[in-house]
């Protein structure tokens, strides 16, 4: 008998476990996908996009086409909740779905609670990306909230684009600690003078207390005027799964083993930002642990269905990340050692086009 699979969300695993799949069908399995959007947007082309370097086409998966593609069934809407007792998917509007196995990469929110309905805008849902930016790099003095790797490389891209277009005033970037604080010194200091040296203000050790139609308040009491709010927190958890009594971390994302299933259920399983593995719980929230994840997933899955051993997921000790720096620049990070320049873009923009062709 056929059973059914659940992909929520179109993150960066599940396109990987649907296109596995279109080239080695997992047997007597009616796979489905439950996204909110007809496009997943691929973060790593949100600089490019913000710049002015890519079209919001090479931005974007077309899913209609993909899964038709796959062999998945696409179905348009938001989860909401899972009975794991029941084996029933609740989704946003009252649909429900009953499966036998379900699998989560849903990624994550970054709008804190207490700023919930608040005008600041979001990159996430990934979908809401290329509107957000459109109406903000139009405006004199848009407002970065967020200090980490995505703010400071949105903030720079933007003002790249500002420069470019001609479009007067300066972006503002605001962060609780310091440019890029996780990093060493070194890449933290360049950073924010590439950021300085293109335009960018920033507020370092300035947290928003509270925000306003044309300003914000910082916890030390300053002022700072903005024309619209980007807010780039970091990754923060969708309460799905604290909704469904799921075990979750102190953030809210769910727990799951090495094999990527759920702690207390072995037919749910979970990749992305929306999880913490249990045996990596500091693991950053990055694309690049969501991808490598996709086959490992695809793997277990299909050794779930045939009951055979499951693989474990071992994250790599180090992880390359490059910012775009503006002008087709790249600041290239690699554990402590950093390197700004021209090649550093080509091999970002090398990467992020090969990784869209795999899916398009
Ligand atoms: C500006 C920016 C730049 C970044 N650049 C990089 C980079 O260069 N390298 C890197 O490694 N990381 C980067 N990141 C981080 C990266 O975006 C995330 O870590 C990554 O997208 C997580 O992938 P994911 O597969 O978990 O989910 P996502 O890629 O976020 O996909 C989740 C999908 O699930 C859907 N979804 C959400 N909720 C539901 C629901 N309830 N029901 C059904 N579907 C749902 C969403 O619409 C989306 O399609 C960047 C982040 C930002 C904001």
Redesign the pocket.
């Known amino acids: 008998m056929r059973r059914r699979l659940i992909l929520?969300?179109?993150?960066?695993?599940h396109l990987e476990v649907m296109r596995l799949h279109k080239n080695n069908p997992l047997t007597d399995i009616e796979m489905c996908l439950?996204?909110?959007?007809n496009y997943?947007y691929y973060?790593?082309m949100?600089?490019g996009y913000a710049e002015g370097l890519y079209t919001e086409e090479e931005t974007r998966i077309d899913l209609t086409e993909f899964a038709e593609r796959c062999g998945v069934h696409f179905i348009k809407?938001?989860?909401?909740r899972v009975f794991p007792e029941r084996k029933k998917l609740f989704c946003e509007g009252g649909a429900v779905y009953p499966f036998d196995i379900i699998s989560f990469?849903?990624?994550?929110k970054s709008i804190p609670y207490e700023f919930a309905g608040s005008d600041a805008r979001s990159?996430?849902?990934?979908?809401q990306f290329v509107e957000q930016m459109n109406s903000l790099r139009a405006t004199s003095t848009p407002l970065i909230v967020g200090g980490g790797?995505?703010g400071c490389?949105?903030a720079v891209s933007i003002q790249t684009f500002k420069n470019k277009h001609e479009i007067a005033g300066n972006v503002r970037l605001v962060t609780s600690s310091n440019v890029l604080a996780d990093s060493p010194r070194k890449t933290s200091k360049k950073l924010k003078s590439i950021l300085e040296e293109t335009g960018v203000q920033i507020w370092e050790n300035e947290k928003v207390k509270d925000m306003y139609d044309e300003c914000i308040v910082t916890e030390m009491n300053n002022r700072i005027r903005h024309t619209g709010v980007l807010w780039?927190g970091g990754?923060l958890a969708?309460p799905?799964f604290t909704l469904s009594n799921i075990d979750v971390d102190t953030r809210g994302f769910a727990y799951v083993k090495a094999t990527l299933q759920f702690e207390k259920y072995s037919f749910i399983f979970g990749?992305?930002?929306?999880v913490t593995l249990r045996t990596y719980p500091h693991l950053d929230?990055?694309?690049?642990y969501?991808v490598r994840q996709g086959p490992v997933l695809f793997e277990n899955l299909k050794a779930y269905l045939d009951d055979e051993p499951l693989k474990k997921f071992e994250p790599q000790k180090k992880a390359m990340?490059?910012l775009s720096a503006g002008k087709k620049k790249g600041l290239l990070m690699y554990g402590g050692f950093s390197h700004y320049s021209g090649k550093a873009w080509n091999l970002k923009n090398k990467i992020d086009t090969n990784f869209m062709k795999k899916y398009k």
Do not use: M, R, T, W
């Not at 929520?8 to 695993?13: C, I, P, Q, R, S």
């Not at 439950?34 to 959007?37: A, F, K, L």
């Open positions: 929520v969300g179109a993150g960066h695993a439950i996204n909110p959007s997943q973060s790593g949100f600089s809407k938001k989860a909401s990469d849903i990624g994550s990159v996430k849902p990934n979908y790797a995505a490389e949105l780039l990754p969708d799905i990749a992305g930002d929306c929230k990055s694309g690049v969501a990340y490059i």
